[in-house]
Protein backbone atom coordinates (compact mmCIF):
# COMPACT_ATOMS: atom_id res chain seq x y z
CA UNK A 1 0.00 0.00 0.00
CA UNK A 2 1.05 3.29 -1.31
CA UNK A 3 2.04 5.96 1.78
CA UNK A 4 1.39 9.41 0.98
CA UNK A 5 2.96 12.36 2.52
CA UNK A 6 0.94 14.62 4.87
CA UNK A 7 1.88 18.43 3.48
CA UNK A 8 -0.24 21.53 4.34
CA UNK A 9 -2.07 22.31 1.45
CA UNK A 10 -2.69 26.43 2.72
CA UNK A 11 1.03 26.83 0.88
CA UNK A 12 -0.15 25.55 -2.42
CA UNK A 13 -0.17 28.04 -5.11
CA UNK A 14 -3.97 27.34 -6.18
CA UNK A 15 -4.86 26.97 -2.52
CA UNK A 16 -3.77 30.86 -1.67
CA UNK A 17 -5.39 32.50 -4.47
CA UNK A 18 -8.34 30.77 -3.81
CA UNK A 19 -7.98 32.35 0.06
CA UNK A 20 -7.01 35.58 -1.17
CA UNK A 21 -9.58 35.93 -4.24
CA UNK A 22 -12.58 34.29 -1.30
CA UNK A 23 -11.56 36.71 1.37
CA UNK A 24 -11.33 40.17 -0.89
CA UNK A 25 -14.71 38.25 -2.29
CA UNK A 26 -16.21 38.23 0.93
CA UNK A 27 -15.08 41.01 2.35
CA UNK A 28 -16.40 43.42 -0.79
CA UNK A 29 -19.65 41.81 -0.45
CA UNK A 30 -19.81 42.77 2.68
CA UNK A 31 -18.72 45.82 2.25
CA UNK A 32 -21.50 46.83 -0.28
CA UNK A 33 -24.32 45.22 2.18
CA UNK A 34 -23.25 47.04 4.75
CA UNK A 35 -23.01 50.32 2.76
CA UNK A 36 -26.50 49.69 1.65
CA UNK A 37 -28.01 49.09 4.86
CA UNK A 38 -26.56 51.50 6.57
CA UNK A 39 -27.38 54.42 4.48
CA UNK A 40 -30.79 53.24 3.68
CA UNK A 41 -31.74 52.37 6.90
CA UNK A 42 -29.07 55.06 9.20
CA UNK A 43 -29.15 52.23 11.44
CA UNK A 44 -26.36 51.88 14.55
CA UNK A 45 -23.07 51.32 13.57
CA UNK A 46 -23.06 48.28 15.87
CA UNK A 47 -26.00 46.40 13.34
CA UNK A 48 -23.31 47.03 10.59
CA UNK A 49 -20.81 45.07 12.79
CA UNK A 50 -23.21 42.23 12.47
CA UNK A 51 -22.52 41.95 8.80
CA UNK A 52 -18.64 41.82 9.19
CA UNK A 53 -19.02 39.40 11.68
CA UNK A 54 -21.27 37.33 9.16
CA UNK A 55 -18.26 38.15 6.73
CA UNK A 56 -15.38 37.30 9.39
CA UNK A 57 -17.21 33.60 10.12
CA UNK A 58 -17.26 32.56 6.57
CA UNK A 59 -13.73 33.90 5.80
CA UNK A 60 -12.52 31.50 8.69
CA UNK A 61 -14.55 28.44 7.63
CA UNK A 62 -13.40 28.53 3.79
CA UNK A 63 -10.07 29.70 4.14
CA UNK A 64 -6.71 27.51 5.62
CA UNK A 65 -4.92 28.20 8.35
CA UNK A 66 -5.56 31.79 10.79
CA UNK A 67 -3.18 34.28 8.57
CA UNK A 68 -6.97 35.40 6.49
CA UNK A 69 -9.20 35.06 9.73
CA UNK A 70 -6.83 37.89 11.22
CA UNK A 71 -6.01 39.74 8.64
CA UNK A 72 -10.22 39.88 7.98
CA UNK A 73 -11.07 40.73 11.70
CA UNK A 74 -8.29 43.60 11.62
CA UNK A 75 -9.62 44.88 8.35
CA UNK A 76 -13.42 44.44 9.53
CA UNK A 77 -12.31 46.80 12.78
CA UNK A 78 -10.29 49.20 11.05
CA UNK A 79 -13.12 49.98 8.39
CA UNK A 80 -16.34 49.82 10.55
CA UNK A 81 -14.15 52.73 12.63
CA UNK A 82 -13.60 54.14 8.90
CA UNK A 83 -16.74 54.15 7.45
CA UNK A 84 -19.22 53.78 9.94
CA UNK A 85 -18.60 55.74 12.70
CA UNK A 86 -18.57 59.82 13.14
CA UNK A 87 -15.93 61.30 12.04
CA UNK A 88 -16.60 59.32 9.20
CA UNK A 89 -13.51 58.28 6.80
CA UNK A 90 -11.79 58.94 9.53
CA UNK A 91 -9.71 56.66 11.68
CA UNK A 92 -10.15 57.33 15.38
CA UNK A 93 -8.67 55.02 18.12
CA UNK A 94 -9.81 57.06 20.87
CA UNK A 95 -13.58 55.51 20.21
CA UNK A 96 -15.13 53.77 23.50
CA UNK A 97 -14.94 50.18 23.52
CA UNK A 98 -12.44 49.76 20.23
CA UNK A 99 -10.51 47.67 21.65
CA UNK A 100 -12.97 45.62 22.83
CA UNK A 101 -14.32 45.10 19.28
CA UNK A 102 -11.10 44.13 17.78
CA UNK A 103 -10.50 41.55 20.76
CA UNK A 104 -14.11 40.02 20.06
CA UNK A 105 -13.82 40.10 16.46
CA UNK A 106 -9.90 38.53 16.71
CA UNK A 107 -11.40 35.92 19.02
CA UNK A 108 -14.34 34.54 16.74
CA UNK A 109 -11.85 34.76 13.42
CA UNK A 110 -9.54 32.20 16.06
CA UNK A 111 -11.96 30.44 17.21
CA UNK A 112 -14.11 29.36 13.95
CA UNK A 113 -10.07 28.84 12.39
CA UNK A 114 -9.25 26.45 14.57
CA UNK A 115 -12.74 24.36 14.94
CA UNK A 116 -12.32 24.90 10.89
CA UNK A 117 -8.45 23.16 10.71
CA UNK A 118 -9.68 20.40 13.30
CA UNK A 119 -12.75 19.95 10.70
CA UNK A 120 -10.16 19.73 7.83
CA UNK A 121 -8.14 17.19 9.35
CA UNK A 122 -11.04 14.81 10.61
CA UNK A 123 -12.64 15.15 6.86
CA UNK A 124 -8.79 14.33 5.46
CA UNK A 125 -8.70 11.59 7.77
CA UNK A 126 -11.63 9.66 7.25
CA UNK A 127 -10.76 10.36 3.50
CA UNK A 128 -7.53 8.58 3.70
CA UNK A 129 -9.12 5.85 5.92
CA UNK A 130 -11.84 5.60 3.08
CA UNK A 131 -9.19 5.20 0.79
CA UNK A 132 -7.36 2.40 2.36
CA UNK A 133 -10.54 0.86 2.72
CA UNK A 134 -11.11 0.65 -0.35
CA UNK A 135 -7.94 0.14 -1.56
CA UNK A 136 -8.08 -3.28 0.92
CA UNK A 137 -11.55 -4.06 -0.80
CA UNK A 138 -10.08 -4.44 -4.38
CA UNK A 139 -7.10 -6.40 -3.55
CA UNK A 140 -9.23 -8.92 -1.24
CA UNK A 141 -11.47 -8.64 -4.75
CA UNK A 142 -8.47 -9.36 -6.69
CA UNK A 143 -7.43 -11.80 -4.69
CA UNK A 144 -10.57 -14.03 -4.49
CA UNK A 145 -11.07 -13.86 -8.52
CA UNK A 146 -7.07 -15.14 -8.84
CA UNK A 147 -8.21 -17.64 -7.01
CA UNK A 148 -11.45 -18.20 -8.36
CA UNK A 149 -10.13 -18.13 -11.70
CA UNK A 150 -6.93 -20.57 -11.46
CA UNK A 151 -9.60 -23.46 -9.54
CA UNK A 152 -11.83 -22.79 -12.37
CA UNK A 153 -9.70 -22.89 -15.39
CA UNK A 154 -7.72 -25.93 -14.02
CA UNK A 155 -10.31 -28.23 -13.56
CA UNK A 156 -12.36 -28.04 -17.33
CA UNK A 157 -8.72 -27.68 -18.97
CA UNK A 158 -7.84 -31.23 -17.57
CA UNK A 159 -11.23 -32.76 -18.05
CA UNK A 160 -10.62 -31.27 -21.40
CA UNK A 161 -7.30 -32.63 -21.95
CA UNK A 162 -8.38 -36.33 -20.49
CA UNK A 163 -11.06 -36.81 -22.72
CA UNK A 164 -8.98 -35.64 -25.55
CA UNK A 165 -5.96 -37.95 -24.75
CA UNK A 166 -8.94 -40.95 -24.00
CA UNK A 167 -9.90 -40.66 -27.59
CA UNK A 168 -6.56 -40.27 -29.29
CA UNK A 169 -5.75 -43.65 -27.40
CA UNK A 170 -8.91 -45.64 -27.66
CA UNK A 171 -10.78 -44.41 -30.22
CA UNK A 172 -11.50 -47.12 -32.09
CA UNK A 173 -12.14 -49.28 -28.80
CA UNK A 174 -15.07 -46.83 -28.25
CA UNK A 175 -18.59 -47.45 -29.38
CA UNK A 176 -20.52 -44.66 -30.89
CA UNK A 177 -22.39 -43.74 -27.35
CA UNK A 178 -19.29 -43.31 -25.89
CA UNK A 179 -17.82 -41.65 -28.47
CA UNK A 180 -20.68 -39.06 -28.65
CA UNK A 181 -20.51 -38.45 -24.83
CA UNK A 182 -16.77 -38.16 -24.55
CA UNK A 183 -17.23 -34.92 -27.67
CA UNK A 184 -20.40 -33.64 -25.50
CA UNK A 185 -18.33 -33.67 -22.35
CA UNK A 186 -15.28 -32.03 -24.54
CA UNK A 187 -17.82 -29.17 -25.94
CA UNK A 188 -19.70 -28.35 -22.74
CA UNK A 189 -16.16 -27.57 -21.38
CA UNK A 190 -15.41 -25.54 -24.11
CA UNK A 191 -18.08 -23.56 -24.29
CA UNK A 192 -17.96 -22.73 -20.55
CA UNK A 193 -14.63 -21.58 -20.74
CA UNK A 194 -15.62 -19.94 -23.73
CA UNK A 195 -18.23 -17.64 -21.75
CA UNK A 196 -15.51 -17.33 -18.61
CA UNK A 197 -13.25 -15.64 -20.38
CA UNK A 198 -15.94 -12.94 -21.94
CA UNK A 199 -16.76 -12.22 -18.68
CA UNK A 200 -13.07 -11.56 -17.60
CA UNK A 201 -13.27 -9.34 -20.44
CA UNK A 202 -16.22 -7.44 -19.18
CA UNK A 203 -14.42 -7.67 -15.43
CA UNK A 204 -11.24 -5.52 -17.53
CA UNK A 205 -13.51 -2.87 -18.52
CA UNK A 206 -14.87 -2.08 -15.15
CA UNK A 207 -12.38 0.52 -13.64
CA UNK A 208 -12.97 1.98 -10.05
CA UNK A 209 -16.51 0.73 -10.73
CA UNK A 210 -16.98 2.46 -14.07
CA UNK A 211 -17.55 0.33 -17.34
CA UNK A 212 -15.79 2.15 -20.22
CA UNK A 213 -18.75 2.03 -23.26
CA UNK A 214 -19.38 1.92 -26.36
CA UNK A 215 -23.18 3.05 -26.85
CA UNK A 216 -25.06 3.14 -30.25
CA UNK A 217 -28.80 2.80 -31.13
CA UNK A 218 -29.79 -1.28 -31.05
CA UNK A 219 -32.77 -2.56 -31.97
CA UNK A 220 -33.31 -5.30 -28.80
CA UNK A 221 -34.45 -8.25 -31.20
CA UNK A 222 -31.00 -8.39 -32.78
CA UNK A 223 -29.59 -8.01 -29.00
CA UNK A 224 -31.50 -10.86 -27.85
CA UNK A 225 -30.88 -13.02 -31.07
CA UNK A 226 -27.27 -12.82 -30.42
CA UNK A 227 -27.44 -13.37 -26.90
CA UNK A 228 -29.51 -16.77 -27.74
CA UNK A 229 -26.85 -17.87 -30.27
CA UNK A 230 -23.99 -18.12 -27.32
CA UNK A 231 -26.20 -20.13 -24.26
CA UNK A 232 -25.67 -22.48 -22.69
CA UNK A 233 -25.91 -26.02 -25.06
CA UNK A 234 -28.41 -27.45 -22.09
CA UNK A 235 -31.43 -24.65 -23.32
CA UNK A 236 -32.68 -27.65 -25.91
CA UNK A 237 -33.35 -29.07 -22.49
CA UNK A 238 -35.54 -25.99 -21.63
CA UNK A 239 -38.36 -24.06 -23.22
CA UNK A 240 -37.01 -20.54 -24.00
CA UNK A 241 -39.67 -17.75 -25.35
CA UNK A 242 -39.15 -14.26 -26.63
CA UNK A 243 -41.52 -12.14 -26.46
CA UNK A 244 -42.31 -8.19 -26.81
CA UNK A 245 -44.52 -5.25 -25.61
CA UNK A 246 -43.96 -3.54 -29.28
CA UNK A 247 -42.23 -3.78 -32.23
CA UNK A 248 -38.78 -2.14 -33.02
CA UNK A 249 -37.48 -1.66 -29.55
CA UNK A 250 -34.59 0.31 -29.55
CA UNK A 251 -31.86 1.45 -26.98
CA UNK A 252 -28.42 3.42 -26.38
CA UNK A 253 -26.58 0.57 -25.51
CA UNK A 254 -23.11 -1.27 -25.55
CA UNK A 255 -24.61 -4.37 -27.65
CA UNK A 256 -21.85 -6.31 -26.59
CA UNK A 257 -22.20 -6.19 -22.58
CA UNK A 258 -25.87 -6.21 -22.96
CA UNK A 259 -25.44 -9.24 -25.09
CA UNK A 260 -23.35 -10.79 -21.97
CA UNK A 261 -26.05 -9.35 -19.82
CA UNK A 262 -28.55 -11.67 -21.37
CA UNK A 263 -26.05 -14.56 -21.91
CA UNK A 264 -25.71 -14.68 -17.53
CA UNK A 265 -29.02 -14.47 -16.95
CA UNK A 266 -30.35 -17.54 -19.28
CA UNK A 267 -27.75 -19.37 -18.23
CA UNK A 268 -28.17 -18.83 -14.62
CA UNK A 269 -31.68 -19.62 -15.52
CA UNK A 270 -30.87 -22.82 -17.26
CA UNK A 271 -28.32 -24.17 -14.58
CA UNK A 272 -30.70 -23.28 -11.79
CA UNK A 273 -33.89 -25.09 -12.87
CA UNK A 274 -35.17 -28.93 -14.05
CA UNK A 275 -35.26 -29.85 -17.16
CA UNK A 276 -38.49 -28.99 -19.11
CA UNK A 277 -38.79 -25.65 -17.82
CA UNK A 278 -39.69 -22.38 -19.44
CA UNK A 279 -37.81 -19.57 -19.55
CA UNK A 280 -39.35 -16.31 -21.12
CA UNK A 281 -37.23 -13.40 -22.57
CA UNK A 282 -39.83 -10.05 -22.85
CA UNK A 283 -38.76 -6.50 -24.24
CA UNK A 284 -40.77 -3.88 -23.89
CA UNK A 285 -40.51 0.35 -23.81
CA UNK A 286 -42.18 2.33 -20.84
CA UNK A 287 -41.22 6.51 -22.13
CA UNK A 288 -37.86 6.46 -21.98
CA UNK A 289 -36.45 3.06 -20.73
CA UNK A 290 -36.56 -0.26 -22.21
CA UNK A 291 -37.50 -3.19 -19.57
CA UNK A 292 -35.86 -6.17 -20.28
CA UNK A 293 -37.12 -9.70 -18.12
CA UNK A 294 -35.20 -13.02 -18.41
CA UNK A 295 -38.19 -15.10 -15.65
CA UNK A 296 -38.35 -18.98 -15.52
CA UNK A 297 -40.61 -21.27 -13.55
CA UNK A 298 -38.27 -23.48 -11.40
CA UNK A 299 -38.25 -23.27 -7.43
CA UNK A 300 -36.86 -19.68 -7.19
CA UNK A 301 -34.82 -18.16 -5.43
CA UNK A 302 -34.79 -17.69 -1.01
CA UNK A 303 -35.60 -14.05 0.23
CA UNK A 304 -32.49 -14.55 2.76
CA UNK A 305 -30.47 -15.07 -0.49
CA UNK A 306 -31.97 -11.95 -2.55
CA UNK A 307 -30.30 -9.03 -0.67
CA UNK A 308 -27.05 -10.81 -1.89
CA UNK A 309 -27.46 -12.05 -5.01
CA UNK A 310 -25.91 -9.75 -7.13
CA UNK A 311 -22.66 -10.14 -4.64
CA UNK A 312 -19.07 -10.63 -6.57
CA UNK A 313 -18.21 -14.53 -5.61
CA UNK A 314 -21.86 -15.14 -4.03
CA UNK A 315 -23.62 -18.72 -4.03
CA UNK A 316 -26.63 -20.05 -3.54
CA UNK A 317 -24.82 -21.99 -0.83
CA UNK A 318 -24.20 -17.99 1.07
CA UNK A 319 -20.79 -19.04 0.64
CA UNK A 320 -17.76 -17.86 -1.83
CA UNK A 321 -18.09 -19.76 -4.78
CA UNK A 322 -14.79 -21.94 -5.27
CA UNK A 323 -16.60 -25.12 -7.55
CA UNK A 324 -16.74 -26.09 -10.97
CA UNK A 325 -18.86 -23.98 -13.18
CA UNK A 326 -19.60 -21.39 -10.08
CA UNK A 327 -17.20 -18.45 -10.52
CA UNK A 328 -19.53 -16.13 -9.04
CA UNK A 329 -19.05 -13.06 -11.52
CA UNK A 330 -22.21 -13.81 -13.97
CA UNK A 331 -24.73 -11.74 -11.64
CA UNK A 332 -22.55 -8.98 -10.36
CA UNK A 333 -21.42 -8.26 -13.85
CA UNK A 334 -24.91 -7.66 -14.99
CA UNK A 335 -25.76 -5.15 -12.20
CA UNK A 336 -22.38 -3.27 -12.74
CA UNK A 337 -22.80 -3.07 -16.84
CA UNK A 338 -26.34 -2.03 -16.20
CA UNK A 339 -25.61 0.53 -13.35
CA UNK A 340 -23.41 2.15 -16.19
CA UNK A 341 -26.24 2.10 -18.84
CA UNK A 342 -28.02 4.29 -16.17
CA UNK A 343 -31.00 1.40 -15.93
CA UNK A 344 -31.26 -0.35 -13.12
CA UNK A 345 -31.44 -4.28 -11.92
CA UNK A 346 -33.78 -6.40 -9.78
CA UNK A 347 -34.77 -9.96 -8.90
CA UNK A 348 -38.13 -11.14 -8.22
CA UNK A 349 -40.85 -14.05 -7.46
CA UNK A 350 -41.93 -14.89 -10.52
CA UNK A 351 -46.05 -15.84 -10.02
CA UNK A 352 -47.01 -18.70 -10.14
CA UNK A 353 -43.40 -19.87 -9.39
CA UNK A 354 -39.74 -19.37 -10.48
CA UNK A 355 -37.84 -16.17 -10.80
CA UNK A 356 -37.72 -13.06 -12.80
CA UNK A 357 -34.71 -10.51 -12.88
CA UNK A 358 -35.76 -7.38 -14.32
CA UNK A 359 -33.17 -4.80 -15.67
CA UNK A 360 -33.54 -1.32 -17.78
CA UNK A 361 -31.80 0.45 -20.25
CA UNK A 362 -31.96 4.28 -22.07
CA UNK A 363 -34.22 4.11 -25.01
CA UNK A 364 -32.59 5.59 -28.10
CA UNK A 365 -34.50 7.14 -31.08
CA UNK A 366 -33.73 7.30 -34.75
CA UNK A 367 -33.03 10.97 -36.17
CA UNK A 368 -35.07 10.76 -39.68
CA UNK A 369 -33.09 13.11 -42.47
CA UNK A 370 -35.48 14.07 -45.39
Partial sequence: MKK??????????????????????ILTLATVLAFSFFH?????????????????????????????????????????????????????FQIS??????????????????????????????????RAINEADKERIRANLLRAISHDLRTPLTAIAGNAGNLLANYKKMDDALREQTFTDIYDDSMWLINLVENLLAVTRIEGGQVNLTRNIELMDEVVSEALKHINRKSKEHTIRVTRGKDFILANIDAKLIVQVIINLVDNAIKYTPVGSVIEIHTDQKEQWVTVSVSDNGP???????????DMFYSGANKVVDSRRSLGLGLSLCKSIVTAHGGTI?????????????????????ELYE
Avoid: H
Avoid at 41 to 54: Q, V
Fill in 346 to 366: SVSDNQPNGTAFIFTLPAGEV
Fill in 4 to 25: TAKTDNSSDPKTLCYNILSTIC
Fill in 40 to 92: ITRSDPANIALIYILALIIIARITSGYVFGIISALFCVIFINWCFTYPYFKVN
Fill in 97 to 130: GYPVTFVFLLSISLIISTLTTQLKKQDKMILERE
Fill in 300 to 310: GIPNEQKPRIF
